[in-house]
């Protein structure tokens, strides 16, 4: 036995399955047949590694393994204080403690020994008694640690023994079910006028480190599968129930302590029900709370495994019933505790399984189980009280719910389920979408709803469900709403969805989307994706609009287009003057905009824009008067020659150019007073010089007249602009110039007598200036030098 145990803890050693190794344990201690001896040597060796100051702690959460983060609530002040402060059980706690329990109670002894044992005179009634009404053996013993008395029973080749005292603990389980509705309907009308309690279960049993539910499942089904002969035997149901699929478990002739019409396959799967719909609080710490989602996935899918005949369904409808009326006993009453594990992924198959056979019953579980109190904005102190079997939670602890994601995520599939079933049923959508929207938070699982409920609508195969449709709608809506003030990467993706949904809908959800479109969009998301869409050929067509809904709804285009632009000119006045390009006086009305928004609350940049775009549909005037607005906001300083606007102001002076005299007359000051920079000064003067004023007019028509002249007004005044950044930004230069830059200045000053030269002074303007530079700057010999050699 000792070279047995030392093997087992090496392996577990090896492949670091601690976790597990507390049940493993369990069994072995709790051998019915071990010495004294062995169990002493056990325990010693249990002591020194549970000693060890890395032994891992039974919920995973030992030393720094776990982050300090949430993925859920706000941490309180005191958030951590019960849990820090609290002995952590080891992987092999549960073992030490195994050590002190025996097998001698003359009770348990009969249980297991036969099937018997009963007791028809037996009439105590109390919580504890030993018998029920039946006369039939009930065990009381910490569920954990009775169904650990299986598990060795089963490892150790007892199998059935397991059974019989699976049965005694199914059916205490089943009794106490009984006592706990009766308590909760004594005092119903006071928790359901509170309409909260503090009260649940602190230990789970789904998610529990031994797995009691599962130990009982497998006992009794083990039993569904096998003949007497091989009975006697051991077989481990758990490994082999993944690799058999095709396994078919039947309803075996009945033990004597089951009702009739009773087996071990109605009875597995009724205690995995009451496994799996216990209120029971979420744990602490990341591994136990995985741990719970992952056991209560597994064990669905093994009863997935079994085909529901008319006798289980009986079980199921009878179960469920028990559940929504068990009140804080039961994860689907009326009132539960604000932190109780939430049952989305369990209802979610009690629907399926019930939709067939009672809808009414199935509905009703799966929008009970819809809600997510823990994401409720308030939680009430609530009842205080101690049934029986139940512990009274610490108050007002802040949750670390690190599985909050998986369990939104579970909640939009039971939703998600539901609205594929109840397509065509109006008033069934109608609750189902009162549910959604009242219990689910998340924008995004809403968002998969609202599409999930499009494609279910909008099936190939069928004509488009107008109900289904206009849920994907509301729901779309919401959550337009609910992140219209909060940063999220996917509004734009939303906002296309949603008018893809209303194009489906109708011209009359369009129209409705865009009359609201304040509480739903952003000013810049109501102008190019939903004006704009809704106006294009594409929506036309697929709404099969005549010309008079054509204009109503462009109409309606068109004064959102107005609206967000007066609300976020910035922004939203291109996308309104493109979208009223063909109604006069919205256009009209789009353009004063601009220009009441240009002098207070717009840039360069977009005035600019809108500029070139006025220029590009044929209104010259009204572009040269926003070109100016903008050069007004410019500033460009003497070093700044690669400033993404140069172009713009080109632009600019070549379009005052174009439209004559007096335009480039007007511009010409405002460039000098906005522009420093020589090099780009020097380019507008060249390029006026090239050509008279206004020669390519109007519509094409070519205007005849002499060049300006450089010593008149308005070229007069950008030639000594010119000049005279020119002059500055050679000083602003030589101030820290480097040898390397010597080459690069000489040029420049090249480019700057050219500019000197088109005055009629010019020459002997230069000339002072380069003087005055070798006076100034005579300590820079190499550099005065170069410029002695080119320029005199």
Not at 601 to 610: A, G, R
Request: glycine share 4%; aromatic share 8%.
């Amino acid at each position: 036995v000792e070279v047995c145990v030392y093997k087992i803890h090496v392996l577990l050693m090896h492949f670091n399955i601690f976790k597990k190794s507390g049940a493993l344990w369990m069994c072995i201690v709790l051998n019915p047949h071990c010495k004294l001896e062995q169990k002493a040597g056990w325990l010693k060796q249990l002591k020194k590694w549970n000693s060890v100051d890395v032994c891992p702690w039974e919920d995973g959460n030992h030393g720094n393994e776990l982050p300090n983060l949430t993925n859920a609530l706000p941490q309180g002040a005191n958030a951590n204080q019960d849990s820090s402060n609290r002995r952590h059980r080891t992987v092999f706690t549960r073992a030490i403690e195994a050590c002190n329990l025996h097998w001698q109670d003359s009770h348990l002894q009969h249980i297991i020994s036969g099937d018997l044992y009963t007791n028809c005179c037996y009439h105590d009634n109390n919580e504890n008694s030993l018998f029920d009404s039946h006369g039939w053996p009930l065990w009381h013993e910490h569920v954990p640690t009775a169904c650990a008395r299986v598990d060795a029973l089963r490892s150790h080749g007892y199998p059935r023994e397991a059974l019989r005292l699976s049965i005694a603990i199914v059916n205490t389980l089943r009794r106490q079910q009984q006592k706990q509705l009766e308590m909760f309907q004594a005092q119903k009308k006071e928790l359901l006028h509170k309409g909260v309690t503090s009260v649940t279960n602190l230990e789970g049993w789904v998610g529990h480190p031994l797995d009691p539910i599962s130990t009982l499942f497998s006992s009794l089904m083990e039993a569904c599968r096998v003949d007497d002969e091989s009975f006697h035997g051991f077989s481990d149901f758990m490994e082999n129930v993944g690799q058999c699929k095709s396994l078919e478990y039947q309803h075996l002739p009945a033990h004597k302590f089951l009702e009739e019409g009773e087996s071990y396959l109605t009875l597995a799967v009724e205690v995995a029900l009451i496994g799996l719909g216990q209120q029971r609080i979420m744990p602490d710490g990341l591994y136990a709370q995985e741990k719970v989602c992952r056991n209560e996935e597994q064990l669905i899918s093994k009863l997935q495994e079994i085909e529901l005949d008319d006798t289980l369904v009986k079980i199921f409808r009878k179960q469920t019933i028990f559940l929504l009326e068990a009140g804080p006993y039961s994860g689907l009453g009326e009132v539960i505790h604000r932190e109780s594990v939430p049952m989305h992924t369990f209802a979610k198959y009690l629907f399926t399984s019930l939709l067939h056979h009672d809808a009414e019953l199935a509905y009703k579980t799966a929008l009970r189980a819809m809600r997510l109190l823990v994401l409720e904005s308030t939680a009430h102190s609530g009842d205080m009280s101690r049934p029986h079997h139940i512990a009274s939670v610490v108050p007002n602890r802040y949750p670390r719910w690190f599985t909050l994601s998986h369990i939104e995520s579970q909640q939009c599939e039971l939703a998600s389920t539901m609205l594929t079933a109840a397509k065509g049923d109006v008033q069934r959508l109608e609750t189902v979408l009162e549910s959604i929207q009242k219990n689910i938070h998340s924008s995004s699982h809403i968002f998969k709803l609202a599409q999930d409920a499009f494609k279910i609508a909008t099936l190939m195969d069928s004509l488009p469900d107008i109900t289904l449709l206009k849920v994907s709608l509301e729901l779309g809506l919401q959550v337009m709403r609910m992140t219209l003030s909060t940063l999220n990467w996917r509004r734009r993706e939303m906002a296309r969805w949603l008018v893809t949904c209303a194009t489906e809908i109708g011209v009359y959800a369009l129209d409705s989307i865009m009359q609201n479109w304040f509480t739903l969009f952003t000013p810049t998301e109501a102008t190019s994706i939903v004006a704009t869409t809704v106006m294009s050929n594409s929506t036309i067509v697929r709404l099969h609009l005549d010309c008079r809904q054509q204009e109503k709804l462009a109409s309606s285009a068109r004064t959102l287009a107005l609206q967000c632009a007066m609300k976020d000119p910035q922004n939203c006045a291109l996308s309104a003057l493109t979208l009223c390009e063909k109604d006069h006086i919205a256009f009209e009305t789009a353009y004063q905009i601009v220009l009441d928004a240009a002098t207070t609350s717009m840039s360069y940049s977009q005035l600019f824009t809108i500029a070139r775009y006025m220029e590009h549909r044929g209104y010259p005037m009204r572009a040269y008067k926003l070109a100016t607005l903008a050069i007004t906001h410019l500033n460009l300083s003497y070093n700044q020659d690669t400033h993404p606007a140069i172009n713009d102001v080109l632009w600019a002076c070549a379009l005052s150019h174009s439209l004559g005299k007096n335009e480039l007359a007007a511009i010409i000051p405002l460039v000098v007073k906005s522009v420093k920079c020589a090099t780009v000064l020097s380019d507008i003067l060249r390029r006026c010089t090239l050509t008279t004023p206004g020669m390519v007019g109007l519509h094409g028509r070519r205007n005849s007249g002499k060049l300006m002249s450089l010593d008149k007004a308005p070229l007069r005044q950008l030639l000594d602009a010119t000049i005279g950044a020119y002059i500055n930004t050679t000083h602003s230069r030589l101030t820290h110039i480097s040898p390397r830059h010597y080459s690069e200045f000489i040029e420049f000053l090249s480019k700057a007598r050219e500019t000197f030269l088109m005055a009629h002074d010019g020459h002997i303007q230069f000339t002072q200036f380069t003087d005055n530079l070798k006076q100034i700057y005579k300590g820079k010999k190499k550099l005065m030098m170069l410029v002695r050699e080119r320029f005199g």
